[in-house]
């Protein structure tokens, strides 16, 4: 499949119509996978390079840590990400995961076997992460409707 095709099918995967809520995706998301999603605010994650959110597959439940935005249009696209990462399945296999070495001293708390497995969005160039990022574009504009102009976000990723 392609990356259309692979996004395409992970819309109509999630049944959700053409226009619907963040809090009804999230909670279709967590039915498919039969767990708990927790976003939380890490505003450290801002003063590393790049790098707006990070997502790990805890034991029992997926965790989305991003950085702080005063845009809550970016705020939200940083989370929409981590969101396609986990409705494409990436991580699900050991197969990824990016240099945190980074952010290592930010998360004290989460052990390195979690750690190695999380996704950092602070690369673009991999084909998991260009369907993420393409994934993410359509969700962000079904939640926010047909007036969605997707010049709002190319100045964060231009
Ligand atoms: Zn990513």
Redesign the pocket.
């Known amino acids: 499949m392609n990356i259309d095709q692979t996004v395409a099918a992970a819309i109509a995967a999630l049944n959700l119509g053409d226009h619907f809520s963040f809090d009804a995706l999230t909670q279709a998301i967590e039915h498919q996978r039969g767990r708990k999603i927790q976003v939380s605010e890490l505003p450290e994650l801002g003063d590393n390079e790049g790098l707006c959110a990070v997502l790990f597959y805890a034991a029992d439940r997926d965790l989305i840590l991003h950085a702080h935005s005063d845009s809550r249009l970016h705020t939200q696209q940083f989370i929409l990400?981590?969101f396609a990462?986990i409705i494409l399945g990436h991580c699900d296999d050991d197969g990824i995961s990016h240099d945190l070495s980074d952010i290592d001293g930010l998360l004290p708390d989460i052990p390195a076997s979690i750690r190695s497995r999380a996704?950092?969005?602070s690369d673009?160039a991999t084909e998991?992460?260009v369907a993420?990022?393409s994934l993410a574009d359509v969700l962000a504009a079904r939640i926010r409707g047909s007036a969605f102009a997707d010049t709002s976000y190319t100045e964060i990723f231009g």
């Open positions: 990400h981590e990462h996704l950092a969005r673009l998991q992460e993420a990022e």
